[in-house]
């Protein structure tokens, strides 16, 4: 298979997290959507041999990745005091340096959202507003629930006022999409490109219809050795997006 690299930059707010498995989902809906029912058909047909045609990563920070879900002990992450305890878990982030290191080197490379964001900012706007050192920005969205049949809130109780979390990523902040790709005269990586990027203009996850989830897409025509080559002496492998390994 063939690793294809796409950069996406957010241009609205969010309801759901942009994970690998329900990208996936939203690119095969794009396909029926674009192509045709017998295009869908024809490519996860290979899933029953083992032969996906893609497979998705979550949409991580550029440059970065995620802190893998293991207990701190085997990241050398080592100490007794909560205060410090706690630090260390905030810090998610491992720039992709770290992927031609052993693992028990990662830990002072670790960064928390403040530090990793810090990475994208100018120097003056490090030292001009603190507020600015944010990954994702959460902000609550007023709803109330309709009643299909009349298009009103009803009477009585029918008024019942809800809200719906959202966020916003920094506005300088752009995310890494890797896409594991069997690429083929039936599905080349443009039409992938055509694909998320008809999700992006119509939305992504929850409230789409509501504007919110659309992105921008590019696919980056730069070698990036670092998620290609792995480290020689690895005995483990790093999933980038919820998986069941077989």
């Not at 992450?77 to 998610?92: A, G, I, M, S």
């Amino acid at each position: 298979m063939k690793r294809l690299i796409f950069t996406l930059t957010p241009k609205t707010a969010f309801a759901s997290p942009l994970q690998g498995d329900t990208l996936f989902g939203q690119c095969c809906w794009a396909i029926l959507h674009l192509y045709d029912k017998d295009k869908l058909t024809q490519l996860l047909n290979n899933y029953t041999d083992d032969k996906p045609f893609m497979v998705l990563s979550d949409a991580l920070p550029q440059d970065f990745i995620a802190r893998p879900t293991l207990p701190a002990r085997y990241l050398g992450f080592k100490t007794t005091d909560t205060k410090d305890r706690k630090q260390q878990k905030n810090k998610k982030w491992f720039p992709l340096s770290v992927l031609a290191k052993p693992l028990n080197e990662w830990t002072n490379a670790a960064q928390d959202d403040d530090e990793m964001v810090k990475t994208f900012l100018s120097e003056s706007e490090k030292k001009e507003n603190k507020k600015l050192h944010y990954l994702i920005s959460d902000e609550p969205q007023d709803h109330n629930s309709l009643n299909r049949l009349t298009g009103t809130t009803g009477k009585g109780d029918g008024f019942a006022p809800f809200q719906r979390q959202t966020f916003w990523y920094h506005p300088q902040v752009k995310l890494t999409l890797i896409v594991e790709f069997d690429e083929s005269p039936d599905f080349s990586a443009d039409q992938l490109l055509e694909v998320l990027t008809w999700v992006g203009e119509v939305g992504y996850g929850k409230e789409a219809s509501c504007g919110l989830g659309k992105f921008g897409v590019s696919l980056d025509d730069a070698v990036r050795p670092e998620l290609v080559e792995g480290h020689p002496q690895a005995n483990a492998w790093l999933t980038l997006a919820a998986c069941a390994p077989q």
